[in-house]
């Protein structure tokens, strides 16, 4: 096994927003365990997506939160990289000469909803017909209106601070929505999971595909670096993502698309995958659950979970929503 030099520098790129380098401080403090002595450089970068306060599809989609990132690793200005495993792309490969080398333990997959502070409400029930309920993902908005037909779904983007700002009322001229719909991963990150109330189960709103985890992305030729994020990975949770994401690929699903996924290890060790793939109202649904077979293999899952959901009209379902 390749040691890590002694003198080196690790160098982790990293987004700008408060919760990318509460990750990023994070893993820091895991090698610093691992290896003793290790100097450890954050680079952080406020990518053109971070900047962007539209449509993230009108722009070229969530892969543009890892793309600057990447571009830097590729060119050997930082070590590695953090990433959500829900920003990154599922239609295209990697780039060029990169690997997801660990993933970490994965964090709650479920989704939370939230009131403006000082709010009575608690629930999805107590919300009046009509109110207006803030998220970014087209995934939430399909299933929401599953559950509440009767609600108003409005898009809005942002650093989580901020967007809880929006919530509260505490920015000017903007109108605030009556609730919210953030990753309960997220809030634990940020130190502010008291602001949840509802908790979604997985039946009520399946997560996005990779939710909670966290991928750790270095160069495929530097050993010494790959070997030492391979000490922190965790097995059980790069079986369910590689499900998960063969799944999403085999779909050709674009940024826009509301496709969900939740990979699980039941007692036996087996792997359950469950995929879902709805119209942009949520009015159209297809959905299947399979178990591994014969070696487990989480590849192998995805790919059957993926022409099952096929069979049933996922490509006219995926096709019929603008990109």
Do not use: Y
């Given at each position: 096994m390749n040691t890590f030099p002694a003198d080196r520098t690790l160098r982790i790129g990293t987004r700008s927003s408060p919760m990318a380098l509460a990750q990023a401080n994070m893993v820091a403090d895991?090698?610093?365990?691992?290896?003793?002595?290790?100097?450890?450089?954050?680079?952080?970068?406020?990518?053109?997506?971070?900047?962007?306060?539209?449509?993230?599809?009108q722009l070229g989609g969530k892969g543009?939160?890892?793309?600057?990132?990447?571009?830097l690793l590729q060119r050997g200005e930082v070590d590695m990289a953090v990433h959500c495993l829900k920003d990154v792309p599922g239609d295209t490969p990697l780039p060029e000469g990169l690997v997801f080398a660990a993933h970490l333990p994965r964090d709650d997959v479920r989704d939370v909803l939230l009131f403006p502070e000082g709010s009575p409400m608690r629930t999805l029930d107590d919300l009046p017909p009509g109110a207006a309920v803030a998220t970014s993902a087209v995934r939430?908005?399909?299933?929401?209106?599953?559950?509440?037909?009767?609600?108003?779904?409005?898009?809005?983007?942002?650093?989580?601070?901020?967007?809880?700002?929006?919530?509260?009322?505490?920015?000017?001229?903007?109108a605030a929505p009556d609730a919210m719909?953030?990753?309960?991963?997220?809030?634990?990150?940020?130190?502010?999971?008291?602001?949840?109330?509802?908790?979604?189960?997985?039946?009520e709103m399946l997560p996005a595909v990779g939710a909670g985890a966290l991928g750790l992305e270095c160069r495929q030729?530097?050993?010494?670096?790959?070997?030492?994020?391979?000490?922190?990975?965790?097995?059980?949770?790069?079986?369910?993502?590689?499900?998960?994401?063969?799944?999403?690929?085999?779909?050709?699903?674009?940024?826009?698309?509301?496709?969900?996924?939740?990979?699980?290890?039941?007692?036996?060790?087996?792997l359950s995958l469950r995929g879902m793939v709805f119209s942009d109202d949520g009015s159209k649904l297809v959905?299947?659950?399979?178990?591994?077979?014969?070696g487990n293999d989480p590849a192998v899952l995805g790919a059957r979970v993926a022409a099952e959901l096929l069979r049933q009209g996922a490509r006219e379902i995926i096709a019929g929503i603008p990109h």
């Open positions: 895991l090698l610093r365990k691992e290896q003793p002595g290790v100097q450890v450089e954050l680079v952080s970068v406020t990518t053109e997506a971070d900047l962007w306060q539209g449509d993230l599809a543009l939160f890892v793309k600057q990132i990447d571009a939430r908005k399909a299933q929401l209106h599953r559950m509440r037909p009767d609600l108003d779904v409005v898009r809005m983007r942002g650093a989580v601070g901020s967007r809880i700002d929006k919530l509260d009322g505490r920015r000017r001229g903007e719909i953030l990753a309960t991963s997220g809030l634990a990150r940020l130190e502010l999971s008291h602001r949840g109330r509802q908790v979604f189960t997985v039946d030729d530097d050993e010494a670096m790959a070997g030492l994020l391979g000490r922190l990975d965790h097995e059980r949770t790069t079986n369910e993502v590689t499900a998960e994401r063969v799944m999403l690929h085999d779909l050709r699903g674009h940024c826009n698309s509301p496709i969900a996924g939740h990979c699980t290890t039941e007692p036996d060790g087996r959905h299947t659950r399979l178990r591994s077979e014969g």
